[in-house]
């Protein structure tokens, strides 16, 4: 792509963790960035932190608000060139204590809240044939852990939901993109959520040992990716996560079994 300069970058979850780099990075490269949150202190921060950033209270679970919220900012900032969805929920839990209710609400915002911002957004990019959607999925929802089925099945339907886009677009010759973002665990608020919880052993050995993946780093990586185009972005070892379980399920689950111990 030709870069970001001039562009209107909207922000899901840019508050805080990868989504509150990203829009300064993109401040940076000169685009016009408007951030969606709940946490009004946060985007309050972030506003003040960064240059060219807008921010707006939005709950992306919310199909309404969405529709409301992304029409601001189009009367604010113009037409969005570039949707980035950041916004989720990672708390740990095991199978046998989530519930109807706590599973929802993760769907709700990692899955739904993702799909609300498409589809609010690529109507208008598909019309002007112009526009690019960056998702961010993980590679939990390719590399499943324990205690995590509610978020590793959000990202695994974010996943595919962009996979199956990208793949649409293409095939109708839109020049509208797509990407999927599939990090590692990043030493990010969102992994703080997990380890409030019931996180998993190897989350907490990770956290313990300095292992989590640096968040500047990862966004490096990202940047990279969108510039290249490249149709899945694996920052860090995400990619190797991916192949060892993919080939090796067994060990996979053993080697991650045994920080349950």
Not at 52 to 58: H, I, Q
Not at 94 to 116: A, C, P, Q, W
Request: glycine share 8%.
């Amino acid at each position: 792509m030709d870069g970001f300069k001039g562009k209107v970058a909207l922000i899901t979850g840019g508050a805080s963790g990868m989504g509150k780099v990203l829009a300064r990075r993109l401040s940076e490269e000169k685009a016009q960035v408007a951030i969606f949150d709940v946490n009004e202190d946060g985007l309050a921060d972030t506003v003040s932190d960064i240059p060219n950033v807008a921010g707006f209270k939005c709950d992306v679970a919310s199909n309404q608000i969405v529709r409301d919220s992304v029409r601001k900012v189009e009367e604010t900032l113009g037409p969005i060139d570039i949707l980035v969805t950041a916004a989720a929920l990672m708390p740990g839990h095991k199978v046998i204590d989530e519930s109807s209710e706590t599973m929802g609400r993760l769907f709700d915002i990692n899955y739904f809240g993702t799909y609300h911002m498409i589809e609010a957004i690529l109507p208008g990019m598909r019309a002007r044939n112009t526009g690019r959607i960056i998702a961010f999925g993980s590679v939990a929802g390719y590399a499943p852990v324990p205690n995590m089925a509610a978020y590793c099945a959000t990202k695994a339907a974010v996943n595919s939901l962009i996979e199956i886009l990208q793949n649409e677009l293409r095939h109708e010759g839109s020049k509208v993109s797509a990407q999927l973002i599939c990090p590692p665990a990043v030493d990010t608020p969102l992994v703080d959520q997990t380890l409030a919880t019931d996180s998993p052993g190897s989350i907490k050995h990770a956290k313990g040992s300095g292992r989590l993946s640096n968040p500047e780093k990862i966004v490096d990586a990202i940047i990279k990716g969108i510039k290249k185009n490249q149709p899945i972005i694996f920052p860090a070892e995400a990619k190797v996560l991916k192949l060892w379980h993919d080939l090796l399920p067994g060990l996979w689950w053993k080697t991650v079994l045994n920080f349950e111990k």
